[in-house]
């Protein structure tokens, strides 16, 4: 096991993440998104929170380039948005382009190819393409779950400008991104009680669940966060170090709260600003207190970082096992038992990891150099 390390370390590794290829436990809590996402993408999805994953996947991606962008421009004085455009392009598209070249070959095979399926992941707006339905959701290679990877995009093409426009004055940048953040989730009951969109089988409204305008908000508390922490950092250690017990007791609670609550309109509104509060909490517990740092000791176990590491083919691949094997479910009658349940979890995470391996090695290694030459240090 990693041994834990002080918590101001910690997050000053995190400052550090310019220069870094590996910041402390943040692969573990990606594994651990991950996972949750393709357990409940296996069939355990009445049980196990699988949108929890890709909200927190939002508030570590908002976090994280923030820190970096931060990072670049005091570092060098200078801040290249052309290259953090390459950088992202770089990271993101040779995985998901060959994981579209599966889905055309399948496609052209079964003689039924949708190229929606194709032209919306590529051009990131496959969440909106699901909000309309333009895309298939029972493929062989579906294409269902890009929708989260469109919003990151539109993410990343909407930072670097806004973060360069408020370097000199980052807390004007905090105070808009509080604004959109409060009353974001006022805006989510407005769209789910007057827009006319289907709802999808888990009884979420589709718009407010996967439009990037409704939930970019967790992307931008982790903008915020990371702004603050890095201009209040002493501030921020002495008053977490001094109560973290509270925070980490609130943080669990809007968590369970969050999670409870059945109402439609709830899940499909004030849910994700709670798991976003809850997750910040978090954070901040994870980052500025000793037993946090003992926590992120446990992340960076060797199979965690690893998983981490793959997180993203993973995310990416696991999808058509799962369809695969609640196919063949139903073509045989095997039924959903939960023996079949585990079953179907352990065969997903069997072929996945691998097929995330080699996605990494011979789809986004050969790009590793390039990436390096504009800036990259891996994330």
């Known amino acids: 096991m990693t041994q834990s390390c002080a918590p101001q370390s910690c997050y000053r590794s995190i400052f550090d993440g310019a220069e870094k290829s590996s910041i402390p436990g943040l692969d573990g809590i990606r594994a651990f998104s991950v996972g949750l996402v393709m357990v409940a993408h296996a069939g355990f999805g009445h049980i196990i929170p699988g949108g929890l994953g890709v909200t927190i996947f939002f508030v570590l991606s908002g976090f994280l380039i923030t820190n970096l962008l931060i990072s670049e421009w005091e570092n060098s004085g200078a801040l290249s948005i052309?290259?953090?455009?390459?950088?992202?392009?770089?990271?993101?598209?040779?995985?998901?382009?060959?994981?579209?070249?599966?889905?055309?070959?399948?496609?052209?095979?079964?003689?039924?190819?949708?190229?929606?399926?194709?032209?919306?992941?590529?051009?990131?707006?496959?969440n909106y393409a699901k909000i309309f339905k333009w895309t298939s959701e029972t493929s062989l290679f579906p294409v269902g779950h890009f929708?989260?990877?469109?919003?990151?995009?539109?993410?990343?093409?909407?930072?670097?400008?806004?973060?360069?426009?408020?370097?000199?004055?980052?807390?004007?940048?905090?105070?808009?991104?509080?604004?959109?953040?409060?009353?974001?989730?006022?805006?989510?009951?407005?769209?789910?009680?007057?827009?006319?969109?289907?709802?999808?089988?888990?009884?979420?409204?589709?718009?407010?669940?996967?439009?990037?305008?409704?939930?970019?908000?967790?992307?931008?508390?982790?903008?915020?966060?990371?702004?603050?922490?890095?201009?209040?950092?002493?501030?921020?250690s002495t008053f977490v170090s001094k109560t973290w017990p509270i925070i980490l007791f609130a943080s669990l609670a809007?968590?369970?709260?969050?999670?409870?609550?059945?109402?439609?309109?709830?899940?499909?509104?004030?849910?994700?600003?709670?798991?976003?509060?809850?997750?910040?909490?978090?954070?901040?517990?994870?980052?500025?207190?000793?037993f946090g740092a003992f926590i992120i000791g446990l992340l960076d176990v060797p199979v965690l970082k690893l998983l981490g590491r793959l997180s993203y083919g993973m995310y990416i691949w696991h999808l058509a096992p799962c369809n695969y094997l609640r196919s063949m479910g139903d073509y045989v009658g095997v039924g959903n038992g939960y023996g079949t349940l585990v079953a179907n979890v352990i065969i997903v995470f069997i072929v996945t990891i691998p097929i995330a391996w080699l996605s990494e090695r011979y789809a986004l290694a050969p790009f590793q150099a390039l990436r390096r030459k504009f800036g990259s240090v891996g994330h």
């Not at 995985?95 to 190229?115: D, K, P, Q």
């Not at 973060?163 to 805006?187: D, E, G, M, N, Q």
């Not at 769209?191 to 979420?204: C, G, L, T, V």
């Not at 999670?259 to 909490?281: K, V």
């Open 82 to 126: 052309r290259n953090f455009y390459v950088r992202r392009y770089l990271r993101l598209t040779p995985e998901l382009y060959l994981y579209l070249l599966f889905v055309v070959a399948a496609g052209l095979f079964l003689s039924n190819i949708n190229w929606m399926d194709v032209i919306a992941p590529a051009f990131y707006f496959a």
């Open 147 to 236: 929708w989260s990877l469109a919003i990151e995009e539109h993410f990343y093409i909407v930072m670097p400008a806004a973060y360069y426009l408020t370097r000199k004055s980052p807390f004007r940048f905090v105070f808009l991104a509080l604004l959109y953040i409060i009353l974001v989730p006022f805006y989510r009951v407005y769209a789910f009680e007057n827009f006319a969109i289907e709802r999808i089988s888990y009884a979420n409204s589709v718009y407010t669940y996967v439009a990037t305008e409704s939930r970019i908000d967790s992307l931008l508390i982790g903008c915020v966060m990371a702004i603050v922490c890095r201009y209040r950092f002493a501030k921020v």
């Open 254 to 290: 809007l968590m369970l709260v969050a999670l409870a609550i059945r109402s439609h309109e709830f899940r499909s509104t004030y849910r994700y600003s709670l798991q976003n509060i809850s997750i910040i909490l978090f954070m901040f517990f994870l980052f500025f207190s000793q």
